[in-house]
């Protein structure tokens, strides 16, 4: 059992694509599929006339406004390896969303507009991925329109994101003057043009007579002085530092006409990990273990809106998983029998009835899972690393409209909130106040109550901008201290929090009450 372990571990790799908004995440997460064979046809997000969707964006509102804003996770198979991709939302709205995907992933790939360079939303993914240690690819996208100059594009990846590069495939011209890339490593050139011919380079590399009478003369020359130049400046290709996240391999292309993705692929898939060691209570836990264990890093109601159904998405850290098998929810000590279990492309699913450490299965969920909870049919108390909690920084008062729909409003409200996608939080006059950490989660919230639970809603302004977690014991003391502008209210676990007006009115709450109430960021630092 073992051995077999071994090699289905080995088989699989799971990574996060991270970007900026528009950057091209999406469509190239399209297009890794349409190579799987996992889709046949891959629908552009911005192609709405023929009502053609990106695959990874199913909820209603994505396919309207051509953005994602949820994670979906897809599985394919590609030259024997079993590759799951996690689509985050690239609007620094959904951070919170986003950060958990990269909890569950042994490997990114950072897409950047040739034309924009890095921005603000890739910065800060990156830093978390940094944080992880996980390896990180970047991938250049948009070379078939006009781009910066590539040298600088590696330069800015150097001092903005402060992580060395190295070029696997350089490209020869950008926008009308595109030929293609040169694959350094295996000394091929990818024609853009020219019916997609590649030329194998052989021992001559760049000096290869076919190569220099099929593309443009000027593009030919630029390629071979800047891969000089790259040859003789730039970083050394080491596969032990990319593997440690020390060094970024760079890959450029355009994810619309899907040109410069096989490369891509096929160097992500020779570079990146196999699932890695998990941290937990029990210090590092390796994946080829005969026990079976995972978390939840992910809950999705409504995913099917005939069905009204919830999943919880569980990636397995240890062993193998068999559908009808026993497990404990470690949290509560709780027994469970995973009998109803799936696998996605995106919205649409299949059974699963075996599945490896490095999967991601979906668990059918009647309320009984939390975002963070462990599961395993092995030691009882093992728990993996909790997942946090993000303070959010705009309030919103919300009703139901009509008061006969009040059933509904709150289910509504409790499903969404379990997602993560919402923050939630009641009043001692059971008055409900969401938290975001941008504007939009309150757009999405509204449409999805709208959507799936038929419930119109009614705003009014909080007028809060910061949350602190207390203490249970600082209960009755906090009470007599709050006013119009500091109040107490309570997460969905029954935490207290008390929400500030802004920054000054909490600085002024802090120095008044310093050493008698305690206030920290979120409620798992309450348990430290």
């Given at each position: 059992?073992?051995?077999l372990?071994?090699?289905?571990?080995?088989?699989?790799?799971?990574?996060g694509?991270?970007?900026?908004p528009?950057?091209?995440?999406?469509?190239l997460?399209e297009?890794?599929?349409l190579?799987?064979?996992?889709?046949?046809?891959?629908?552009?997000?911005k192609a709405?006339?023929?009502?053609?969707?990106?695959?990874?964006?199913?909820m209603?509102?994505?396919?309207q406004?051509?953005?994602?804003?949820?994670?979906?996770?897809?599985?394919?198979?590609?030259?024997?390896?079993?590759?799951s991709?996690?689509?985050t939302?690239?609007?620094?709205?959904?951070?919170?969303?986003?950060?958990?995907?990269?909890?569950?992933?042994?490997?990114?790939?950072?897409?950047?507009d040739?034309?924009?360079?890095?921005?603000s939303?890739?910065?800060?993914?990156?830093?978390?991925?940094?944080?992880r240690?996980?390896?990180?690819?970047?991938?250049?996208?948009?070379?078939?329109?006009?781009?910066?100059?590539p040298?600088?594009?590696?330069?800015?990846l150097?001092?903005?994101?402060?992580?060395?590069?190295?070029?696997v495939?350089w490209?020869?011209?950008?926008?009308?003057?595109?030929?293609?890339?040169?694959?350094?490593?295996?000394?091929?050139?990818?024609?853009?043009?020219?019916?997609?011919?590649?030329?194998?380079?052989?021992?001559?590399?760049l000096?290869?007579?076919?190569?220099?009478?099929t593309i443009?003369?000027e593009?030919y020359?630029?390629?071979?002085?800047?891969v000089?130049?790259l040859?003789?400046?730039?970083?050394?290709?080491?596969?032990e530092?990319?593997?440690k996240?020390?060094?970024?391999p760079?890959?450029?292309?355009?994810?619309l006409?899907?040109f410069?993705?096989?490369?891509?692929?096929?160097?992500?898939?020779?570079?990146?990990?196999?699932?890695?060691?998990?941290?937990?209570?029990?210090?590092q836990?390796?994946?080829?273990?005969?026990?079976?264990?995972?978390?939840v890093?992910?809950?999705?109601?409504?995913?099917?809106?005939?069905?009204?159904?919830r999943?919880?998405?569980?990636?397995?850290c240890?062993?193998?998983?068999?559908?009808g098998?026993?497990v404990?929810?470690?949290?509560?000590?709780?027994?469970?029998?995973?009998?109803?279990?799936?696998?996605?492309?995106?919205?649409?699913?299949?059974?699963?009835?075996?599945?490896?450490?490095?999967?991601?299965?979906?668990?059918?969920?009647s309320?009984?899972?939390?975002?963070?909870?462990?599961?395993?049919?092995g030691?009882?108390?093992?728990?993996?690393?909790?997942?946090?909690?993000?303070a959010p920084?705009l309030?919103?008062?919300?009703?139901?409209?009509?008061?006969?729909?009040?059933?509904q409003?709150?289910?509504?409200?409790e499903q969404?909130?379990?997602?993560?996608?919402?923050?939630?939080?009641?009043?001692?006059?059971?008055?409900?106040?969401l938290?975001?950490?941008?504007?939009?989660?309150?757009e999405?919230f509204?449409?999805?109550?709208?959507?799936?639970?038929?419930?119109?809603?009614?705003?009014?302004?909080?007028?809060?901008?910061?949350?602190?977690?207390?203490?249970?014991t600082?209960?009755?003391?906090?009470?007599?201290?709050?006013d119009?502008?500091?109040?107490?209210?309570?997460?969905?676990?029954?935490?207290?929090?008390?929400?500030?007006?802004?920054?000054?009115?909490?600085?002024?709450?802090?120095?008044?009450?310093?050493g008698?109430?305690?206030?920290?960021?979120?409620?798992?630092?309450?348990?430290?």
């Amino acid at each position: 059992m073992t051995k077999l372990l071994q090699t289905e571990v080995e088989k699989r790799r799971i990574f996060g694509i991270i970007s900026h908004p528009d950057a091209g995440k999406t469509t190239l997460t399209e297009k890794f599929l349409l190579h799987g064979g996992a889709i046949r046809e891959a629908g552009s997000v911005k192609a709405r006339k023929n009502s053609k969707f990106a695959k990874s964006d199913w909820m209603e509102i994505e396919k309207q406004r051509g953005i994602s804003v949820t994670s979906s996770v897809m599985q394919f198979e590609y030259d024997k390896k079993i590759v799951s991709i996690m689509d985050t939302p690239g609007h620094s709205d959904f951070g919170e969303d986003t950060y958990r995907i990269l909890t569950a992933v042994d490997s990114a790939i950072m897409v950047i507009d040739a034309a924009k360079g890095i921005e603000s939303q890739t910065k800060k993914l990156f830093q978390v991925c940094r944080m992880r240690g996980i390896p990180i690819f970047t991938f250049i996208n948009k070379m078939d329109r006009q781009a910066r100059d590539p040298l600088e594009l590696m330069e800015e990846l150097e001092e903005v994101l402060g992580i060395p590069s190295v070029a696997v495939t350089w490209p020869a011209g950008s926008g009308q003057q595109f030929e293609g890339v040169y694959d350094r490593v295996n000394e091929k050139f990818h024609c853009f043009k020219n019916d997609r011919l590649t030329i194998d380079l052989g021992e001559e590399g760049l000096a290869n007579d076919q190569l220099a009478s099929t593309i443009n003369n000027e593009m030919y020359d630029t390629l071979v002085d800047e891969v000089d130049l790259l040859d003789g400046a730039g970083n050394a290709y080491d596969e032990e530092l990319i593997a440690k996240g020390e060094l970024t391999p760079v890959f450029f292309g355009s994810a619309l006409v899907d040109f410069g993705i096989t490369p891509l692929l096929e160097h992500y898939l020779n570079l990146s990990p196999s699932p890695t060691p998990r941290e937990s209570n029990k210090g590092q836990i390796e994946p080829a273990q005969e026990f079976f264990s995972g978390f939840v890093f992910k809950i999705q109601a409504n995913m099917n809106p005939n069905h009204r159904d919830r999943i919880a998405f569980v990636r397995i850290c240890t062993g193998k998983f068999d559908r009808g098998m026993e497990v404990v929810l470690t949290r509560t000590g709780k027994k469970m029998k995973l009998s109803q279990s799936t696998q996605f492309m995106a919205d649409e699913r299949e059974t699963v009835n075996e599945a490896f450490a490095g999967d991601v299965i979906g668990l059918y969920d009647s309320g009984n899972y939390q975002i963070g909870d462990t599961i395993t049919n092995g030691d009882p108390s093992l728990q993996y690393e909790a997942l946090p909690t993000f303070a959010p920084e705009l309030f919103l008062k919300v009703f139901t409209k009509n008061a006969l729909k009040s059933k509904q409003f709150q289910k509504g409200v409790e499903q969404l909130a379990q997602e993560g996608a919402i923050q939630v939080y009641k009043t001692e006059y059971n008055e409900i106040i969401l938290g975001a950490i941008g504007q939009l989660q309150f757009e999405v919230f509204e449409h999805r109550l709208k959507g799936e639970y038929g419930v119109d809603i009614l705003k009014d302004a909080a007028n809060f901008q910061v949350a602190k977690w207390v203490k249970v014991t600082e209960i009755s003391e906090v009470k007599k201290l709050t006013d119009s502008r500091t109040v107490l209210v309570y997460d969905r676990w029954e935490n207290p929090v008390l929400l500030f007006a802004n920054d000054f009115v909490y600085e002024r709450f802090v120095q008044k009450n310093d050493g008698v109430i305690t206030l920290v960021d979120s409620p798992q630092l309450l348990k430290d």
